[in-house]
């Protein structure tokens, strides 16, 4: 099956557990993309003692998963694309919803 995942939220427990479910899903033999819009693209500094966030991605990347982060987000927080979360844009989100099986928001 193929998963697309949106993340747009900034709260740690709540991204750490979209990055569990999309590491779940690959180890199932999904193919997972995960698109952070909005607050989401925030997500390599959310790390705290109880949720580690980056972590979880760097696995989610290591399984082969596909980590896009909305290029107009990352410009808005004087920010920019990461090796982890390369800049993307809408086209990439319209194409992971069309491509996709099934898409969940967090």
């Known amino acids: 099956m193929k998963i ?3 993340i747009y939220s900034n709260d740690p427990e709540t991204v750490w ?11 199932k033999g999904d193919e997972v993309k995960i698109f952070l819009l909005g607050k989401g ?6 790390d705290t003692e109880q949720f580690k966030v ?15 982060a909305c290029g107009t ?5 004087n920010s920019e694309g990461s090796e982890l979360c390369p800049l993307s844009t809408m086209q990439d989100l319209y194409d992971i919803v069309v ?7 967090f």
């Open 4 to 6: 697309g995942i949106v």
């Open 17 to 27: 557990n979209a990055f569990r479910f999309g590491n779940f899903s690959l180890n």
């Open 41 to 46: 693209v925030e997500c390599e500094s959310l």
């Open 54 to 68: 980056t972590e979880e991605m760097e696995k989610f990347v290591n399984n082969g998963g596909k980590i896009y």
């Open 73 to 77: 987000c990352l410009k808005i927080r």
């Open 99 to 105: 491509d996709s099986d099934r898409v969940i928001t």
